[in-house]
């Protein structure tokens, strides 16, 4: 077993920039990620909105970011974290090759999507299907599209949409359009969405181009865009001993980017935040790492 202050657990966004943070404040800790570092940045095509860099991608953004990280000297391990159990003082954080006694740890491991669910769905990502609506609505600027799910996410999401595209049909694979009232009210009187319950959706159609329609109800809908949002999860199935308190959107933290847990810190997509972007992600990663050193001494 070997011994640390911190550990952060995943090398997206959130946990590089919680790295850099610990790095320069001196902090004894150990990064592990059981894949390629960057986490998302790896897959974002276009990035439009991150401040001071208005047209880039996520590889470039990596590429300076590793830059900055192997230029500060800071090391990432290869380690799948499998649990953290709690123990006199802190916690042992239990990879599938080492384990680390630490007194914090900050959970920087994301979202992962539930695997497809809708036939022409993998094809078509990046194409016409995205995942993310602040990330990619303004692709879809006076267009029409779909969106597929049933839950608060789905609400805001096709709010968003709604504001930017012509058309949006709010495809409920159920009878009734769940979640918080004041989010249904607001969607239903949007005069531009057309909620279609009961929708089984079979099909994203589409050419070399892109998408082209959904099927829906053995119906094509033309459209350009199809949001669907039926399988995201907050990657955290490793978290089963601590059980911290989550909500729909995620693990609940409180300003200090700690969770019920005291010493447990959460940064970037886990966490129940709404706006789940690259800024916010390195936002928490930056407060989690500070107020984590402050923990630890
Ligand atoms: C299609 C799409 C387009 C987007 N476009 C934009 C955009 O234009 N602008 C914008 O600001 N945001 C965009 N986003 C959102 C942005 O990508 C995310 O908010 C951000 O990358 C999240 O960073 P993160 O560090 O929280 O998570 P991630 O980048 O998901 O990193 C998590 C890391 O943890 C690792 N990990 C997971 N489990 C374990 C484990 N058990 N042990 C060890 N490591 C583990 C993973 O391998 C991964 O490297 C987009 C998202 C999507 C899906």
């Not at 979202?111 to 995205?130: A, D, L, M, P």
């Amino acid at each position: 077993m070997k011994k640390t202050d911190i550990v952060v657990i995943g090398a997206g966004i959130a946990g590089l920039t919680a790295a850099i943070y610990l790095k320069r404040g001196n902090a004894d800790f150990v990064v592990l990620e059981n894949s390629l570092p960057g986490g998302l940045l790896n897959k974002l095509h276009k990035v439009e909105n991150y401040p001071g860099i208005p047209n880039t991608t996520g590889s470039d953004i990596l590429i300076s970011l590793m830059e900055q990280v192997r230029n500060l000297g800071i090391e990432i391990k290869y380690g799948s974290v499998q649990t953290i159990l709690k123990e006199e003082g802190g916690f042992e954080v239990v990879t599938d090759q080492d384990s680390y006694d630490a007194k914090a740890v900050i959970v920087a491991t994301g979202r992962k999507i539930q695997g497809v669910t809708i036939k022409g769905e993998k094809e078509f990502v990046g194409r016409g299907v995205s995942y993310c609506a602040t990330c990619d609505g303004n692709f879809f600027k006076g267009a029409d599209v779909a969106v597929v799910g049933n839950n608060d996410i789905v609400l805001e999401e096709s709010l968003y949409l709604a504001n930017l595209v012509n058309k949006l049909y709010l495809c409920v694979p159920a009878e009734e359009l769940e979640g918080t009232p004041s989010l249904l009210i607001k969607v239903k009187e949007k005069e531009n969405i057309e909620v279609i319950l009961n929708s089984n959706v079979e099909e994203i159609v589409g050419d070399d181009v892109g998408v082209s329609a959904i099927r829906v109800n053995g119906k094509d809908l033309p459209v350009w865009g199809v949001f669907p949002f039926v399988g995201t999860k907050s990657s955290d199935e490793f978290l089963f001993n601590l059980k911290p308190e989550t909500d729909q959107f995620g693990v609940k933290v409180n300003e200090e980017m700690m969770s019920n847990v005291a010493g447990l810190y959460f940064a970037g997509d886990i966490t129940s935040k709404k706006l789940k972007q690259l800024v916010t992600a390195a936002n928490d990663g930056a407060i989690a790492a500070t107020e984590a050193m402050k923990f630890v001494h």
